[in-house]
Each structure stands twice: as structure tokens, then as C-alpha cells.
């Protein structure tokens, strides 16, 4: 397993934000952390990574504590937030060069630049890219180490259709090549693509844990999408 | 390249872009080594004339300015748009955030110190009379105490708000009740007493004993308290640093 989580818990006062959570994927693997907004999904991920305190039996990256040997653990696991900002007055140039100067081994950045769409753009202030532009760099920045694992938290908002379809086939390219992916998502299409096993939160809870297939089969729905507004309650709304 | 000189590199143009440290590290001490130099008393009756024992106060400004005020506002920003946590999940450490800060607006302190000097020494003829040699070793260890309480500052503080209040409370308190500006001498008693709680005005007495090549009378006090500066200051910034 490259990353297990067992029994999970994030509380905010008297609230449980994430509740008994347990997870694993091996490597190659994709899985989608699914629900509605505010059902703990980044909440999740914040904790796996140790930003968030909270309370677990188990939670190991590629066998280490990412909490307690934070270095050697981000070597290999790459992250992109759901929003990510940079310092005032950087270039895209200069942030790939600081992302690459924290790791050992890094990827080749002019390909990486060509996959993500970003040649040309390298001396412009990021600051000044689009919405769509600046969720690639977040999500190149994320790959810049050739991570074994590589949390994506939203990574697709605010792309247009052909920028998503490219990302898609990229990631699913790693993916063939071992890496492994943890990802949130709203859109259906792109978990149907991308994933292998979901895991659907409600109000912190886990309501459902199991492939694509399991959760059509099981919930007895004709769609993903409808599966998943059945297990995410929120099938009272269409 | 290292991590350490990439984000020297990296972060020192985006720090030197801004011109906020222009103004308060390197304007604003030269104008006022200026200022000193004609308006203050150059006849060292008994012993240094009060233009001779500015020249150390001024040489603190920018210090003040780069370390109290520069490096907690940056850390603060960081940390307050989410930088910090992004950093968090890569292999950097917190120390070369910290320390690459804290080099980068030393850089401006020292072209500051450059500048007094050369308004001092060439507008007005000031000659040092200590040794150059102690009164610059004595001047770096002024600095290490104030960066250090800049860098605690800087990671403790949860938000920019009270980045900017703590900043501005050790900024201003030390800029004009150390004798940065206004002299030590010609202070009330009871200012003074208040100035003797700050650790910049311990510096100030260090560099003045320094320059003027007095005997560092009660120079160990003076020592120790900006010793304690620098181990409180680093060990509570490495131990209670702030991500998020």
C-alpha cells in the first residue's frame, strides 16, 4: 500500500468534520473522494497530509508517518490545493524553479511546461495567468517532483473542456506508470475516468467505499451520477 | 542549485521589488544621518560630542526596520495567503524559509549601514574612535538579537492583523524609546528607566561604548540581555512556528 488510512477523525470544536474514515491505495491506483461541499472532503485530505490535527489508528505514506517524517514523506508525494496562491510579483519561470529546487529528483520541466499548455508563458507573472492557467501550474507544480503519490483536491474546477481532457489523458499516462492519485471531485465524467474506487462522504461519514461498478450495482441506479446523489443525499434536490 | 540559494535568489528580487523597504531600511536612515549632522552638537566637551554618539543609533535603523518589521510582515503574508501551507507539504524546512528571509532583508540593512556611513564620514567628518574591528563585531550581534525578535514574531503571529500590531509595537517602541532617534542622554529619568526594559537600547549602549573606544563598562549586562534575545527569539520560532 503507498497510502493507508485507518480510522480517521477530524474534529472543529464540538463538530466532527471527519468521522472513522479508512482508506488505501496501492500504486497505479485512483481514488475519488466524493460529496456534497462541506462533507469533509478537504478536511480529509488537510489531515492524511497532517496540516489538519486528528485523531487515527494508522496513516502512512509510502510506509512513513507524513506527520512526523514530513521531509523524506514529501519527497515523494506531490500536492495541489483546491486554491492555490503564490507570492506577489512571481514568474511561472521562477515558480517551477523553486518547486524544483526542493526535491532530489525532478521531472523534465519544458516537457511538463508543453503537456500543461504553459509554453510561452514562462516569463509571465503568474498573477496575470487565467483561472484555467494557474490550476495547470498548481497541478504541474504538484507533479514537478515525478511524486509516487499525488493529491489533487479539485482539479479540474475551472478548466474548459479540452484542457480537461488533456490533463485526464496526462494523469492516466502516470497512472499506468505506477503513480498514484487521491483526488476530489464534482464532476462525474472525470471520476468515471480517472478512478478506480470512490469513497462518498456525508457530513464527515463515509456512505459508501467501493468502485465505479460496486456503487451503479449496489444503489441500483442507471448512472454514476445518480449513484452518487443517492449515496450523497442529496437526490431530494433534482 | 540548492533550495537555499534558489530561494535567496527567488525571494530576495520579489523582497527587493517592494518599496516599502527603500523607504524605511535605507531612505529614511540616510535622510536622518543627515539631519544629524547638522543639527546636532559636534563639540565633545566632555568626552563624545552628541553627533559622535548618534552615528551608532542611526546604524540601527534600518535594522530595526528590515528585522522587526520586514521579516515578520513577509512571514506573516505567507503564511495569511496559504504559501506557507503549501510549503508545508514539500520537503523544505522551516529553518531556510526563516533564515533566507531574514539574509535577504539583511542585505538592505547593510546597504543601509553603507549609506549612514558614508554620510557621516564624508559630510561631516566623523571618525570612529573604537576599534572597527569590535564596533562591527558588536553591530552584528545587535543585529543577530533584533532579527531574532523579528523571526519569533513572524512565526507566532496567527494573522497579518496582528502581525502588523506586534511589528509595529516592537518597531516603533524601539525606534523612538532606545535612542535610535531621539538620544538616551537627553531623555527624562523615567523615560530612561523605560528605555532600559528595551533590548535595542542595550544594543544602542553596546555600539555607542564601541564607537567612541570606551571601555565596555557593565557590558556584560548589556551582553546577556541580547543574548537572551537571540535564545529566546530562535528556539521559540523553531519550536512554536506556524504554517497556517
Redesign the interface.
Known amino acids: 500500500m503507498i497510502l493507508t488510512v485507518k480510522k480517521l477523525s477530524v474534529t472543529y470544536g464540538t463538530k466532527e468534520a471527519v468521522d472513522n474514515i479508512s482508506f488505501s491505495i496501492k500504486p497505479g491506483e485512483v481514488i475519488g473522494i466524493l460529496g456534497a461541499n462541506g462533507a469533509g472532503k478537504s478536511s480529509t485530505i488537510a489531515a492524511v497530509?497532517?496540516?489538519e490535527k486528528s485523531n487515527y489508528e494508522e496513516l502512512t505514506m509510502l510506509g512513513k508517518s507524513p506527520i512526523l517524517h514530513?521531509?523524506?514523506v514529501?519527497?515523494e508525494?506531490g500536492?495541489q490545493?483546491q486554491?492555490?496562491?503564490?507570492?506577489?510579483?512571481?514568474t511561472v519561470c521562477?515558480a517551477c524553479?523553486?518547486?524544483?529546487?526542493?526535491?532530489k529528483h525532478t521531472a523534465d520541466v519544458p516537457l511538463l511546461l508543453q503537456t500543461f499548455g504553459l509554453v510561452g508563458k514562462e516569463t509571465q507573472l503568474v498573477k496575470t495567468l487565467s483561472g484555467g492557467e494557474r490550476q495547470r501550474l498548481a497541478v504541474l507544480l504538484a507533479l514537478i517532483s515525478n511524486p509516487k503519490l499525488v493529491f489533487l483536491d479539485e482539479l479540474t474546477t475551472g478548466l474548459d473542456t479540452k484542457a480537461r481532457r488533456l490533463l485526464w489523458k496526462q494523469l492516466l499516462a502516470m497512472k499506468e506508470k505506477g503513480l498514484a492519485i487521491v483526488l476530489t471531485s464534482h464532476y462525474m465524467d472525470e471520476v468515471e475516468a480517472l478512478c478506480d474506487k470512490i469513497l462518498i462522504l456525508k457530513e464527515g461519514k463515509t456512505v459508501f467505499h467501493g468502485t465505479i461498478q460496486e456503487v451503479i450495482h449496489v444503489s441500483k441506479k442507471a448512472t454514476l451520477e445518480n449513484a452518487y446523489l443517492y449515496y450523497a443525499g442529496e437526490e431530494d434536490w433534482v | 542549485m540548492s533550495t537555499f540559494l534558489t530561494f535567496l535568489k527567488i525571494e530576495g528580487k520579489l523582497v527587493w521589488k517592494g518599496i516599502d523597504i527603500l523607504i524605511f531600511g535605507i531612505c529614511f536612515p540616510i535622510i536622518l544621518a543627515t539631519l544629524f549632522g547638522y543639527l546636532l552638537n559636534k563639540d565633545g566637551l566632555a568626552g563624545a560630542s552628541n553627533f559622535e554618539l548618534s552615528y551608532a543609533a542611526v546604524i540601527t535603523i534600518g535594522v530595526l526596520a528590515t528585522g522587526v518589521m520586514g521579516v515578520p510582515l513577509t512571514i506573516a503574508d505567507y503564511r495569511h495567503r496559504g504559501i506557507l501551507k503549501r510549503f508545508q507539504v514539500t520537503p523544505v524546512s522551516p529553518l531556510q524559509i526563516l533564515f533566507a528571509q531574514g539574509l535577504i532583508q539583511l542585505s538592505s540593512a547593510l546597504v543601509s549601514f553603507i549609506g549612514v556611513t558614508i554620510v557621516y564620514h564624508l559630510l561631516f567628518d566623523y571618525e570612529l574612535k573604537g576599534s572597527w574591528g569590535i564596533f562591527l563585531l558588536t553591530y552584528a550581534f545587535v543585529i543577530i538579537a533584533m532579527y531574532s525578535i523579528g523571526i519569533f514574531i513572524g512565526s507566532l503571529v496567527p494573522d497579518q492583523k496582528s502581525a502588523n500590531v506586534w511589528s509595529s509595537v516592537a518597531y516603533f517602541t524601539m525606534l523612538l524609546f532606545s535612542g535610535a532617534t531621539i538620544p538616551y542622554e537627553v531623555m527624562p529619568r523615567f523615560f530612561q528607566w523605560v528605555m532600559d526594559i528595551l533590548p535595542l537600547s542595550h544594543g544602542i549602549h553596546l555600539l555607542k561604548q564601541a564607537s567612541t573606544g570606551e571601555p565596555l563598562t557593565d557590558g556584560l549586562f548589556h551582553i546577556v540581555i541580547l543574548a537572551l534575545c537571540i535564545i529566546i527569539g530562535l528556539c521559540g520560532a523553531i519550536k512554536f512556528f506556524k504554517w497556517k
Request: hydrophobic residues 35%.
Open positions: 497530509l497532517g496540516i514530513r521531509k523524506e514529501f519527497q508525494v500536492v490545493f486554491e492555490t496562491n503564490f507570492q506577489e510579483g512571481l521562477e524553479e523553486q518547486w524544483e529546487s526542493l526535491y
